[in-house]
């Protein structure tokens, strides 16, 4: 089992719909939660970062952490062509944080 | 913000021969630096821990022979490819964390072809 697992998709929506990324962990230390959104042929770029359970919100962008079944979730509100990117959970323990990727859902949002 | 650049974008090299990835912090100094490999729809593989003014640590199963790291300054960490093979083609990625927190800065990347 990988230590991070997300469903590559793609996943295509049509603009103004609102989108749920999943993502699921094995590590229990993870205390530090990273979605990053890289476009193609591009380095990632960190979105959102939790600390712990619970929700942080950041414009069009919810992210949210459930500790207890080890699952984080990030929603995006009024999607648009220009969110069309892969998105990659990456928790970390603290210490270093270095993050550790899932290998990122493609999202696909079509006019 | 923290910037991470990184060349060359992209490079084609023949079998056999040899490939040197930059990667610098235009605004920060890191005194670490990491290293990680892209396979096409895959995740991002830590491949190495570069440390300024000392030697890197590799993650299992990462020739260090092969993939040779130098960290020569606080701004500057080198990968070069030796011996490179079309197996080795995979798209490159550096990263640095200024604050020592969860805020890690990537590079661009690299794309590697090996013919």
């Known amino acids: 089992q990988k230590e991070v697992e997300q469903d590559p998709g793609p996943l295509s929506v049509p603009e103004g719909a609102i989108v749920s990324l999943n993502c699921t962990y094995s590590n229990s230390a993870f205390q530090y939660f990273m979605w990053y959104r890289q476009y193609s042929r591009k380095g990632p770029e960190l979105l959102m970062y939790t600390y712990s359970s619970g929700n942080k919100e950041d414009g069009r962008f919810t992210a949210q952490v459930d500790k207890s079944s080890k699952y984080i979730s990030l929603f995006i509100r009024d999607s648009q062509p220009s969110d069309s990117a892969t998105y990659l959970c990456?928790?970390?323990?603290?210490?270093?944080?270095?993050?550790?990727f899932g290998r990122g859902t493609s999202l696909i949002v079509h006019p | 913000g923290a910037v991470v650049s990184q060349h060359p974008s992209w490079v084609i090299c023949k079998s056999g021969t040899s490939v040197k990835i930059e990667c610098r912090s235009l605004?920060?100094?890191?005194?670490?630096m990491f290293w990680y490999r892209q396979f096409p729809k895959q995740s991002l593989m830590l491949m190495a821990t570069?440390?300024?003014?000392?030697?890197?640590?590799?993650e299992q199963g990462v020739e260090k022979d092969k993939f040779l790291i130098n960290h020569a300054s606080l701004t500057l960490s080198t990968l070069t490819v030796t011996s490179a093979h079309p197996e080795d083609s995979s798209f490159y990625i550096c990263s640095a964390n200024r604050d020592n927190n969860y805020g890690y800065t990537f590079g661009s990347g690299t794309r590697l072809t090996v013919v």
């Open positions: 605004d920060f100094q890191a005194t670490t």
């Open positions: 990456a928790p970390s323990s603290g210490g270093s944080y270095i993050p550790t």
């Open positions: 570069s440390n300024e003014g000392s030697k890197a640590t590799y």
